[in-house]
């Protein structure tokens, strides 16, 4: 949060959002919401919250002043099931700037795409059960979207970085798919992935314990 200059973070554990302040790292913290398994949360500009609601299968939104109340569905929340208003078990979100929710939909292995005020959402990939083929995710996690809509999801059991371009039927491989491992080429479950400015791809490599930055090949068009 930028305007209040404090990180906001899921404490999965603890069932809770809580704000941590950056100018003082030992200041006093504040809870934000209460009771509630989350996973990924997202700030937009307006400073609304959207948070992954894991155990309830939802996405939920709390606008900015409204952190003590329920907070509003706005994707999901319709029992576990793989019907296009229902998730199982979400994991990581992405807000743009139209306010669509992207969300890794984990156990049903596919990303969904719900554009506000929608009553159910679009599979933007996966969604052909688990499996490591082209058109396939397997437990995925953490995701971004760029301006074009180009999905990239870190494919965490396959142990691979998937991009899916807009309206693609299936995915291509951007980093790893050689199997878990230690080597250059390869991932361990990686869990959630971030660009810089230059594009150069940062990898939470979570079952190696560390981050990758991949960069960018300046020299290809």
Request: net charge negative.
């Amino acid at each position: 949060d930028e305007k209040k200059k404090s990180l906001i973070i899921c404490d999965h554990g603890n069932r809770r959002v809580v704000r941590w302040p950056l100018p003082n790292p030992n200041g006093e913290k504040e809870i934000l919401i209460e009771n509630i398994w989350c996973y990924g949360l997202m700030m937009n500009q307006n400073g609304d919250l959207f948070v992954c609601d894991w155990e309830n299968h939802a996405v939920k939104r709390w606008k900015r002043g409204e952190l003590g109340k329920e907070g509003t569905i706005v994707a999901g929340g319709n029992g576990r099931g793989n019907k296009l208003n229902q998730l199982n078990e979400p994991t990581y979100i992405f807000i743009d700037r139209e306010e669509t929710v992207y969300v890794s939909d984990n156990w049903n292995h596919r990303a969904m795409k719900c554009y506000k005020g929608a009553n159910e959402g679009i599979i933007v990939a996966g969604g052909q059960d688990e499996g490591n083929s082209l058109n396939q995710l397997y437990y995925p996690f953490g995701l971004v979207v760029n301006e074009v809509g180009d999905v990239y999801v870190a494919d965490s059991w396959n142990h691979r970085i998937m991009c899916w371009s807009l309206g693609s039927k299936e995915g291509r491989v951007i980093v790893g798919g050689n199997g878990a491992g230690q080597g250059s080429n390869q991932l361990d479950h990686p869990i959630c992935l971030s660009f810089d400015v230059e594009n150069n791809l940062y990898v939470a490599d979570s079952g190696n314990d560390r981050i990758q930055r991949f960069s960018v090949d300046k020299n290809k068009n």
